[in-house]
């Protein structure tokens, strides 16, 4: 029988363990497709049981009122949805609070290639090639992404939706967290950059030179070459030469 808004709202913990596995005091009611209601001394708790590589499991859906029934629903079929695709709900999570975690600490952000990886391959069981197969995209670019040398692009993205119904949205947004987060960090690189060479001093004239304008200048322009140079080997950068000719 399903669950009822009115019936979760109103029910309490009465002290038993009945369909429960006696690990802790409380009592499920469950409302189909492996989701249940656990209501235990300490609070009311969404839960759904699930088998995964011939495994039971249990993923927690969150907290009741926080949670309502209906939002519980909707994670359970978006959890069904992920074990069609092959992908463990449980592991799926993991994957989005080290991101929430990697956030907050500052972390670079977990790479999509390495969620397929970690996460998508095993629980298909399947090698690269096989995926790239199953995705119908060439190997060698899906094996970049594997490896994290490659981002995740809109092609991949949507071919990844078609096949473990996980949406393209979710796999661009996380590559678009990693872009975020290295050029965030180069630009830091740069910012350090100037303070270590006092890029303050570009704009401070030394002493004042009477009629000596001129010298001033030769010691602005040659600080900023410097600075210019010095940036340009940091990010790699060569510039390209260009002849002028003898005419």
Same mark, same amino acid.
């Given at each position: 029988?399903?669950?009822?808004?009115?019936?979760?709202?109103?029910?309490?913990?009465?002290? /038993?363990?009945?369909? &429960?596995?006696?690990?802790?005091?409380?009592?499920?009611?469950?409302?189909?497709?492996?989701? $249940?209601?656990?209501? /235990?001394?300490?609070?009311? $708790?969404?839960?759904?049981?699930?088998?995964?590589?011939?495994?039971?499991? +249990?993923?927690?859906?969150?907290?009741?009122?926080?949670?309502?029934?209906?939002?519980?629903?909707?994670?359970?079929? /978006?959890?069904?949805? !992920?074990?069609?695709?092959?992908?463990?709900?449980?592991?799926?999570?993991?994957?989005?609070?080290?991101?929430?975690?990697?956030?907050?600490?500052?972390?670079?952000?977990?790479?999509?290639?390495?969620?397929?990886?970690?996460?998508?391959?095993?629980? !298909?069981?399947?090698?690269?090639?096989?995926?790239?197969?199953?995705?119908?995209?060439?190997?060698?670019?899906?094996?970049?992404?594997?490896?994290?040398?490659?981002?995740? +692009?809109?092609?991949?993205?949507?071919? !990844?939706?078609?096949?473990? /119904?996980?949406?393209?949205?979710?796999?661009?947004?996380?590559?678009?967290?990693?872009?975020?987060?290295?050029?965030?960090?180069?630009?830091?690189?740069?910012?350090?950059?100037?303070?270590?060479?006092?890029?303050?001093?570009?704009? +401070?004239?030394?002493?004042?030179?009477?009629?000596?304008?001129?010298?001033?200048?030769?010691?602005?322009?040659?600080?900023?070459?410097?600075?210019?140079?010095?940036?340009?080997?940091?990010?790699? &950068?060569?510039?390209?030469?260009?002849?002028?000719? +003898?005419?």
């Amino acid at each position: 029988m399903k669950l009822t808004d009115d019936f979760v709202k109103d029910v309490v913990f009465d002290g /038993s363990k009945d369909g &429960f596995d006696g690990s802790k005091n409380g009592r499920k009611y469950t409302d189909g497709k492996g989701m $249940y209601l656990l209501v /235990s001394a300490a609070g009311k $708790y969404w839960r759904m049981d699930y088998r995964f590589a011939g495994k039971q499991k +249990t993923l927690a859906l969150g907290v009741y009122p926080a949670v309502s029934l209906e939002a519980a629903r909707r994670k359970v079929n /978006s959890a069904r949805e !992920l074990l069609n695709g092959g992908v463990d709900p449980c592991e799926s999570n993991k994957s989005a609070k080290q991101l929430q975690q990697q956030a907050v600490q500052g972390l670079r952000p977990r790479h999509p290639g390495s969620v397929l990886r970690d996460v998508v391959l095993p629980g !298909l069981s399947v090698s690269a090639e096989s995926f790239a197969e199953l995705l119908n995209l060439p190997f060698d670019g899906i094996f970049q992404i594997l490896n994290e040398r490659a981002p995740m +692009t809109c092609e991949v993205a949507l071919q !990844l939706e078609r096949l473990i /119904s996980v949406k393209a949205e979710h796999w661009l947004t996380m590559q678009q967290a990693v872009d975020l987060w290295d050029a965030r960090t180069k630009f830091r690189r740069f910012q350090d950059l100037g303070k270590s060479l006092r890029l303050s001093d570009l704009v +401070t004239v030394p002493e004042p030179i009477h009629n000596e304008f001129e010298a001033s200048s030769n010691v602005l322009v040659a600080k900023a070459v410097s600075l210019s140079k010095a940036a340009m080997e940091l990010s790699g &950068f060569v510039p390209t030469k260009v002849n002028h000719g +003898t005419d």
